[in-house]
T-cell receptor
Framework: ETGVTQSPTHLIKTRGQQVTLRCSSQ?????VSWYQQALGQGPQFIFQ???????GRGNFPPRFSGLQFPNYSSELNVNALELDDSALYLC???????????FGPGTRLTVL | AQSVTQLGSHVSVSEGALVLLRCNYS??????LFWYVQYPNQGLQLLLK??????LVKGINGFEAEFKKSETSFHLTKPSAHMSDAAEYFC????????????FGTGTRLTIIP
């Protein structure tokens, strides 16, 4: 059984651009959650998807959006990038919203 | 609303000494509490969790934590530190019902002195 994987590992964008980050959940996991971890901070919950529907959202603006696909993959899209969006983005998958979350290694996004 | 506070952003202990990482929580309902570890350039790994069963919870790598409702604390301990324990540790809280998600503390960086 493979773990949670994320791509790319690192990414550099400029202010105003758009970015798509990808996550592949563990097989059979119907739930994926995305977190933003700024330097020196704990992860902050962005949103969760369960069976391809949004199932809760943190305090992030609408320019943060997501998709979950039937093949256990998911995307985090960020439009109109700002300097403060620079962070490590983590995805975590779980069997259901109430089960243990398994985290991927993250994508480090730098916005210049 | 729920939150966790981790006292001490950096903790240094000698190899073989006791590890104590502090976490206090705030929750209006009975909480679930977690400790995660993050090694450099890696994601988070669950060390242990409290879900309203036994108040003393044993986790992986020799770590344990005790839920103390009267003190609203969930401190993480390990009797004897090992060099491989050097990492960032995060305490997190989640409501035990409803649709609330994990709320993390700001983390404690643990350094082991040889």
């Amino acid at each position: 059984e493979t773990g949670v994987t994320q791509s790319p590992t690192h990414l550099i964008k400029t202010r105003g651009q758009q970015v798509t980050l990808r996550c592949s959940s563990q097989s059979g996991h119907n739930t994926v959650s995305w977190y933003q971890q700024a330097l020196g901070q704990g992860p902050q919950f962005i949103f969760q998807y369960y069976r391809e529907e949004e199932n809760g959202r943190g305090n992030f603006p609408p320019r943060f959006s997501g998709l979950q696909f039937p093949n256990y993959s998911s995307e985090l899209n960020v439009n109109a990038l700002e300097l403060d969006d620079s962070a490590l983005y983590l995805c975590a998958s779980s069997l259901t919203p109430d089960n243990e979350q398994f985290f991927g290694p993250g994508t480090r996004l730098t916005v210049l | 609303a729920q939150s966790v506070t981790q006292l001490g952003s950096h903790v240094s202990v000698s190899e073989g000494a006791l590890v104590l990482l502090r976490c206090n929580y705030s929750s209006s309902v009975p909480p679930y509490l977690f400790w995660y570890v993050q090694y450099p350039n890696q994601g988070l790994q669950l060390l242990l969790k409290y879900t309203s069963a036994a108040t003393l919870v044993k986790g992986i790598n020799g770590f344990e934590a005790e839920f103390k409702k009267s003190e609203t604390s969930f401190h993480l301990t390990k009797p004897s530190a090992h060099m491989s324990d050097a990492a960032e540790y995060f305490c997190a809280v989640k409501s035990n019902f409803g649709n609330e998600k994990l709320t993390f503390g700001t983390g404690t960086r643990l350094t082991i002195i040889p």
